[in-house]
């Protein structure tokens, strides 16, 4: 299976855009990839049963299809190395944020940065 973005429609109405899901070319199978699973999940469940329609660009709230997508505007197909090398570009920009989030004292911005980074270490711990 081969990782890719993907559109995930959502009852009919919410295009959720640039998903990271495994796709099977041969057999047409396609499974959200681990490491966004819940939070696709939650993103779901607060659009809730009869969401209005829209378009919800899910690079833009998730840092690790953000990275993934950064990924794929470099080299199509995806590739290992350039996954690794943008997702440590990230980090730091996250990690320097947090160097000065810290430094003011910013409690909820450094909490989300907590999340952020969080989103993208998931992929080594799910």
């Not at 199509?76 to 730091?92: I, S």
């Not at 996250?94 to 940065?113: R, T």
């Amino acid at each position: 299976m081969r990782l890719t973005l993907r559109s995930v429609i959502y009852a009919k109405l919410v295009n959720i855009t640039s998903v990271p899901v495994y796709a099977c070319e041969g057999c047409s199978r396609n499974e959200v990839f681990p490491g966004v699973k819940s939070d696709l999940g939650m993103l779901v469940n607060r659009l809730g049963a009869k969401p209005p329609a829209q378009t919800i660009p899910f690079d833009e709230i998730h840092e690790l299809a953000g990275v993934l997508s950064h990924a794929q505007h470099r080299s199509k197909p995806l590739r290992q190395a350039t996954v690794a090398r943008v997702a440590e570009e990230r980090t730091n920009e996250l990690l320097d944020l947090w160097i000065v989030a810290s430094s003011v004292g910013d409690e909820a911005w450094m909490a989300e940065l907590r999340g952020r980074l969080s989103q993208l270490s998931a992929q080594y711990i799910s």
